[in-house]
Structure formats: structure tokens, C-alpha cells
T-cell receptor, first 115, second 111 residues
Framework: DAGITQSPRHKVTETGTPVTLRCHQT?????MYWYRQDPGHGLRLIHY???????DKGEVSDGYSVSRSKTEDFLLTLESATSSQTSVYFC??????????????FGEGSWLTVV | EDQVTQSPEALRLQEGESSSLNCSYT??????LFWYRQDPGKGPEFLFT???AGEEKEKERLKATLTKKESFLHITAPKPEDSATYLC????????????FGKGTTLSVSS
């Protein structure tokens, strides 16, 4: 196991409500990521972090914000959930920059349904 | 545009029937080609990283190879427990700090 815990694992929420997903790692890896996985699209990067309070946008960041106040925790917030944000969300970690060829390890996923 | 394409989308094999999955990429500056296995309801599980053309890596019944344009995941004498979705991902200089994923190949092995 990669030492990644996501919570909650499953959540149903109503349109317009805020939602926060939490990722906790025990590996002390510098980089943390949030991906979403949808049929027909594969895994797409939402946001990533390269250190405490250091974050940047990914491919599909609209409607999402992130925060990282401690090395081990990376939060993904949907400020006002929409049905298009129904998806499976994966947290991932890597010791160094993923685009440099360093292995990215994934958590078990959080299933979010927005009704 | 940087792309990673996997084929076929789905593959059905009989137990013991060897085959290959393909991952083609169109980009310069490849920094690493990754293979993951994903079981239903689970997160992607890392299998291999390949860094240069000609490189090969093996794990049990799986062997991954890399050329300048594509990677293959060869499955030798598969068993039902090899049934899963196999994801290919590429790390590029231009891809920010993460990976570009293909859409996956879903493998079903029947006994």
C-alpha cells in the first residue's frame, strides 16, 4: 500500500452544497495530486501541490480549490457542487516531480455523487 | 497536442491465451512511460516504469516494452486473476508536473 488514505470514500451531496475531500499520506512525499476519473476521459489532473501552501492548477481545475497546510494532508474543495462533478476522485503522491519520470502512487478513491 | 492512446479498449482472452496491449504516444521529450493496473472500485496500482527505447521490465506474467512511439504490455499465459483495466501514462517535459493517461484497456480472462 502507498500509505494514502482518502476520506470520505463515498458521499452523496446536493447541488450547490460545498464538499471537501481529504487526502492523508504517511510517506512524507513532497508532491500530492488530485485526479478525477470519468468514463471516456480517463484520469485527469485537477490540482497538485509541490509543498506546504504551494499548489497549482491542472487540466480540469474549474470549480475546485485545494489547500495544503501540512505535508501529509491535501484537501480538495468543491465550493458549490454541480452534477458535472459527480465522479471518482483519486489522491496521488510522488516523492519528486511526476513529469520528470518519478512514480506517482494512487489512493483508493472517493466516490462523489451530486444530486 | 500531447496524446496517449491505448488499444484495444477491451480484450477478452481464454486462460493461457497470450496477448499484448498497446500504448502509443505522440510527444517529444518522454521522461517516463508508466503502466498501472486498476481493479473495479480501486485506485490504480503501479506496475512498471520504462524510461528509454529498448527497455523491458517483467513481473510474473507481465512484460512491458518501450519503443520510440509506443509501449506494449505483454501478458503470457494469463489467468482469471489478471482481469483488470490496464492504464498507460506518460510523463512529458511539457505536461506540467503530472502524467497524461490513456483511457485504458479492460482485460477479461475466462477459465
Amino acid at each position: 500500500d502507498a500509505g494514502i488514505t482518502q476520506s470520505p470514500r463515498h458521499k452523496v451531496t446536493e447541488t450547490g452544497t460545498p464538499v471537501t475531500l481529504r487526502c492523508h499520506q504517511t510517506e512524507n512525499h513532497r508532491y500530492m495530486y488530485w485526479y478525477r476519473q470519468d468514463p471516456g476521459h480517463g484520469l485527469r489532473l485537477i490540482h497538485y501541490s509541490y509543498g506546504v501552501k504551494d499548489t497549482d492548477k491542472g487540466e480540469v481545475s474549474d470549480g475546485y480549490s485545494v489547500s495544503r497546510s501540512k505535508t501529509e494532508d491535501f484537501l480538495l474543495t468543491l465550493e458549490s457542487a454541480t452534477s458535472s462533478q459527480t465522479s471518482v476522485y483519486f489522491c496521488a503522491i510522488s516523492e519528486s516531480k511526476g513529469s520528470s519520470g518519478n512514480t506517482i502512487y494512487f489512493g483508493e478513491g472517493s466516490w462523489l455523487t451530486v444530486v | 497536442e500531447d496524446q496517449v492512446t491505448q488499444s484495444p479498449e477491451a480484450l477478452r482472452l481464454q486462460e493461457g491465451e497470450s496477448s499484448s496491449l498497446n500504448c502509443s504516444y505522440t510527444v517529444s521529450g518522454l521522461r517516463g512511460l508508466f503502466w498501472y493496473r486498476q481493479d473495479p472500485g480501486k485506485g490504480p496500482e503501479f506496475l512498471f516504469t520504462l524510461y528509454s527505447a529498448g527497455e523491458e521490465k517483467e513481473k510474473e506474467r507481465l512484460k512491458a516494452t518501450l519503443t520510440k512511439k509506443e509501449s506494449f504490455l505483454h501478458i503470457t499465459a494469463p489467468k482469471p486473476e489478471d482481469s483488470a483495466t490496464y492504464l498507460c501514462a506518460a510523463a512529458f517535459n511539457q505536461a506540467g508536473t503530472a502524467l497524461i493517461f490513456g483511457k485504458g484497456t479492460t482485460l477479461s480472462v475466462s477459465s
